[in-house]
């Protein structure tokens, strides 16, 4: 984030006198009126309304705008009107029924009720990657769902309002315990017989156990399939080992069964950023375009469960992880303008933000936050977590985050999400009040409760502020120099799942 001061002075004629319009020394925001606006680069500014609709600004108009009464050009005026980014005294009602039509939309996907159901049927798991957040070995005992508490968490799914549901089962790795899979999947087809819900099934695995039957029950079932591909197979293995060494070698022919008896894009797959990939950013492009993917997700590493105790080791900076992506997403744009359809998954996220009328319901970017409230997560342990997140620290100890029983009464889910509210609302939270994000972002206060222990920790320490002010900064900086073509593509890219016809993972 860019600390030097800047001013700038506008002689406003209609009131004859000289405005000068400072961004103070810890931050790039500025609010104006309604308007928040934002230095996302040198000299690069941006005014962003509450509706999220935005402008490129430069520094004279900044300071025409506070000024208040300078007289802005008529097509100006008309673009920052038409994007609520100021207001007419003649406003009339069409007006507020469009921007309350804007916020409506954007905010879909948080009052529809919960859309995400993650069931965790096991915590077993054959790897033994260092930063695996809760994995157990095979020989562990004693984590695995009960039959009653995955009946009841399948049944608990149709609580939800929402229309529109997603099942997805974790782990640990799910496949190991493919028998309450199967039993929770039949389960919840059978009741959906009668509610009717628009439902699709998920599972994340490292596919190692895939069975040629398998893929044949979860072809009549819709089912699809999350894996992880860290990059080549040498870094893949070193990441994500196991006793064999050949992990990225069992991945891949599972991806290969599942393509060939499921469907070509039955499968998808994410990939984590360890100390050791920042120095491959091309190489693990390269290798998802070689597998034939369609998308790569260039995530950071998580620092929730067992993996917050190898950050020593395995840990990185914000500015480290930042030059790593956005290597990354220019070698993802590099292999588009060659013909290659490959989206990066996060950049997605953020030029829907941007870009889209509609939101996508990425639930780390909620405001307030969407845990607890667009997910839910049934573990094994018979608990109801508000996120994945959540349920990660829980197995560290910290178990603050903890709902009811998934078979108990729901007294204390209330309080839980209640405090998650409270410590994500940007509107009262210090630091996201002026912030020009305002309406893209919010505080994550379980990344503070893994961080800081404490969801009320200052919203301005956490990595995920952080991570997300430079994500967006980067994003307004490609915006503002894109061509015609890339402009497309993101567009293309800002398209929620249910308008592009395919699978958006969170």
């Not at 928040?36 to 690069?44: I, N, V, Y």
């Not at 508000?386 to 910290?398: C, F, I, N, V, Y």
């Not at 889910?413 to 210090?430: F, M």
Request: glycine share 6%.
């Amino acid at each position: 984030m860019h600390t030097q001061s800047i001013c700038f002075v506008a002689t406003n004629k209609s009131i004859g006198q000289k405005r000068q319009t400072q961004f103070s020394h810890d931050s790039d925001d500025l609010l104006i009126g309604k308007m928040r606006a934002r230095r996302f680069a040198p000299l690069k500014y941006v005014g962003i309304s509450t509706t999220g609709d935005w402008e490129f600004l430069n520094e004279q108009t900044l300071a025409m705008l506070e000024a208040q009464h300078a007289e802005l050009p008529i097509d100006l005026t008309a673009r920052l009107l038409s994007k609520f980014l100021i207001e007419s005294p003649h406003q009339g009602n069409g007006t507020v029924l469009l921007k309350k039509a804007r916020l409506g939309a954007k905010r879909a996907t948080v009052q529809s009720g919960t859309t995400l159901h993650i069931i965790v049927p096991t915590l077993q798991c054959a790897h033994s990657c260092q930063y695996c957040q809760v994995s157990r070995s095979l020989e562990s005992v004693g984590h695995t769902m009960s039959t009653e508490d995955l009946d009841a968490a399948c049944d608990l799914i149709f609580d939800s309002p929402s229309r529109t549901l997603t099942v997805e089962f974790q782990g640990g790795d799910p496949l190991l315990r493919f028998d309450l899979v199967e039993r929770a999947i039949l389960r919840i087809q059978q009741r959906n017989a009668v509610e009717q819900r628009a439902i699709r099934f998920v599972i994340a695995s490292t596919l190692h156990q895939l069975t040629s039957d398998m893929c044949v029950f979860f072809k009549a079932h819709n089912v699809y399939l999350s894996t992880s591909i860290d990059g080549p197979a040498w870094l893949h293995n070193k990441n994500r080992p196991i006793r064999e060494k050949d992990s990225y070698e069992r991945t891949w022919s599972s991806i290969d069964l599942a393509r060939r008896l499921i469907s070509a894009d039955s499968v998808s797959a994410l990939m984590t950023t360890t100390r050791l990939s920042l120095q491959y950013p091309h190489e693990i492009v390269d290798e998802y375009v070689r597998l034939g993917f369609r998308e790569i997700f260039i995530r950071p590493l998580s620092s929730y469960g067992f993996a917050k105790r190898n950050q020593a080791k395995l840990g990185y900076s914000i500015d480290d992880f930042m030059a790593f992506y956005d290597t990354a997403l220019e070698r993802v744009l590099w292999w588009n303008a060659r013909g290659v359809e490959i989206r990066e998954v996060y950049a997605a996220i953020i030029v829907n933000k941007l870009l889209s009328t509609f939101d996508a319901g990425f639930v780390d970017l909620q405001s307030p936050t969407g845990a607890g409230v667009g997910v839910l997560v049934y573990n094994y342990d018979g608990y109801i977590y508000p996120s994945d997140e959540a349920r990660m620290l829980a197995e560290t100890g910290d178990q603050s985050l903890r709902m009811r029983a998934i078979r108990g009464p729901a007294d204390k889910d209330v309080h839980v999400v209640t405090q998650l509210r409270k410590a994500s609302e940007p509107d009262s939270v210090d630091g996201c009040q002026t912030c020009a994000y305002h309406a893209y972002c919010g505080p994550n206060p379980v990344d503070a409760q893994a961080q800081h222990g404490s969801m009320f920790a200052p919203v301005r320490s956490t990595e995920h502020c952080a991570r997300h002010l430079r994500l967006f900064d980067g994003m307004f900086e490609r915006l503002s120099t894109a061509s015609e073509d890339q402009l497309d593509l993101f567009h293309s890219w800002a398209q929620p799942a249910f308008m592009r016809g395919r699978v958006c993972e969170k």
